[in-house]
């Protein structure tokens, strides 16, 4: 990710409709997983460390995070370190619950190589909840700037999970009601811009508008818990270690 991303991200992900509808999302599945509140979870690439916070306070477990680039601030909340996802510094079996946010899809990252690491550190009946954008051909400008070479479907992450030994449980798109909207901008991004210097689409926004967005997104958070979309800008994944 360019380096100004990574501070727009620390300026936006706390109010951002989008940081805030994902994060949402994917912290609903994991407590509907039930894992044990004493548990010790891992996200892998963890960027400024929010969603690692984030977890522990949600979940009660013991929080660690690593990313390839220090960008956090100190806390007591969770345990952050640099690293590569392509090699975790954790031993064997060392973590209840893997999660790893828009990771495999970046330039740096071997995603078989990742995810395979990933399988590695978690326990046995241990979960990987994993988040990747969607579909190659949304590859626009945005993507330039985070460093993101690669969108997935469904079936080539059904493909990676079993390439790495694990059982796959649960496979949904998200932000299906704003992926016509979503998939417009950024094939009109890939058209119009020309800037030398690629920013995300993440920028600020009216706050009424940044609530209607979100308003939107937390009435699919509800149908989530009861069935699974086929189509959107994200694919969320949840797996298990047998």
């Given amino acids: 990710m360019e380096s100004h991303e990574y501070q727009t991200m620390a300026r936006h992900e706390r109010t951002y409709w989008w940081y805030r509808a994902q994060r949402g999302m994917i912290l609903d599945e994991i407590v509907r997983l039930a894992g044990s509140p004493s548990g010790r ?18 979940t009660g477990h013991d929080a660690w995070g690593i990313d390839v680039t220090r960008t956090w601030e ?25 999660t790893s946010v828009d990771v495999i899809c970046c330039a740096e990252v071997d995603p078989v190589l990742a995810v395979r690491e990933m399988s590695r550190v978690l326990n046995r009946d ?60 950024r094939l009109g991004r890939r058209i119009l811009d020309r800037s030398t210097t690629p920013t995300s689409d993440i920028r600020p926004i009216p706050r009424p508008l940044n609530e209607a967005l979100f308003q939107v997104c937390e009435l699919e958070r509800v149908l989530l818990a009861r069935v699974g979309f086929p189509f959107g800008s994200t694919l969320l994944t949840v797996a298990r270690k047998p």
């Fill in 126 to 185: 241990g979960h990987l909840v994993l988040a990747v954008p969607a579909y190659q051909w949304m590859r626009s400008v945005h993507d330039e700037a985070v460093h993101c070479v690669r969108r997935f479907n469904r079936d080539a992450i059904a493909a990676i999970v079993r390439q790495t030994g694990l059982s796959l449980i649960r496979s949904t798109y998200l932000f299906p009601s704003l992926f016509p909207i979503m998939a417009a901008v």
């Fill in 74 to 98: 100190d806390s007591t909340d969770a345990q952050l370190h640099v690293a590569s996802a392509n090699a975790l510094p954790f031993v064997d079996e060392t973590f209840s619950l893997v």
């Fill in 41 to 58: 979870s891992l996200d892998v690439g963890c960027g400024t460390g929010f969603f690692a916070r984030e977890l522990a306070s949600r």
